[in-house]
């Protein structure tokens, strides 16, 4: 079936760190591929989107590239910041409808 | 613009009692999203409805669970009775008819069963 893999968290970083966050994938066909970011006490938000293959979604900062033949879609930030800090959710598009499988979620703590 | 309101915030209750979850979606979406998040198991989807409808509810634990969207704007989550293992937190999502996959959330209602 159609899965999602985050890697495992917490990520410390300090100030204007790069960030890098992988998510692999496994699905049947080209899905749409996401990254949501959820704050503390928060419900989750959209924070960039790929629709195909060598596509790059990006949003405030970060990006991710869709990777066919690696099916990855690696969330990326060149200079993070202490407001940064969420947890961060890759996820695939399943099946003809509009249902989201999440991954499970990394956590990211960036301190000054 | 109000954004998808959920409530309570948080409920807590003692086992067996009955617990009903509210959530008013962005006037306009038209697909509506149960979702329960804990560390065990992460986000899991629990139903869908599209128009009003429910799509798919295969994500529903058991018969004491049950989801109904009387109207485009109000739906309710109910278990019925709870157990400790119900304690999550229930999130509603809505969706424009549209954009597949670009939920908007609400912020979630934290479930405590003693």
């Known amino acids: 079936g159609n899965s999602v893999t985050q890697m495992e968290g917490p990520v410390t970083l300090s100030e204007e760190a790069f960030l890098t966050i992988n998510c692999t994938y496994t699905a049947t066909g080209y899905p749409s591929l996401f990254w949501y970011v959820q704050y503390p006490g928060e419900g989750l938000q959209l924070l960039l989107k790929?629709?195909?293959?060598?596509d790059k979604g990006s949003n405030k900062g970060f990006e991710a590239t869709y990777r066919k033949e690696t099916t990855s879609f690696h969330l990326e930030k060149g200079s993070v910041q202490v407001s940064d800090s969420a947890v961060y959710f890759c996820?695939?598009?399943?099946?003809?409808?509009?249902?989201?499988?999440f991954g499970a979620g990394t956590r990211l703590a960036v301190h000054p | 613009d109000a954004g998808v309101i959920q409530s309570p915030r948080h409920e807590v209750t003692e086992m067996g009692q009955e617990v009903t979850l509210r959530c008013k979606p962005i006037s306009g979406h038209n697909s509506l999203f149960w979702y329960r998040q804990t560390m065990m198991r992460g986000l899991e989807l629990l139903i869908y409805?599209?128009?009003?409808?429910?799509?798919?509810d295969s994500g529903m634990p058991e018969d004491r669970f049950s989801a109904k969207m009387p109207n485009a704007s109000f739906s309710t989550l109910k278990i019925q009775p709870s157990e400790p293992r119900d304690s999550a937190v229930y999130f509603c999502?809505?969706?424009?008819?549209?954009?597949?996959?670009?939920?908007?959330f609400g912020e979630g209602s934290r479930l405590t069963v003693l």
């Open positions: 996820a695939l598009l399943s099946g003809g409808y509009n249902k989201l499988i």
């Open positions: 790929a629709t195909k293959a060598d």
């Open positions: 409805f599209n128009n009003n409808v429910p799509i798919d």
């Open positions: 999502a809505s969706s424009l008819a549209g954009t597949p996959g670009e939920l908007f």
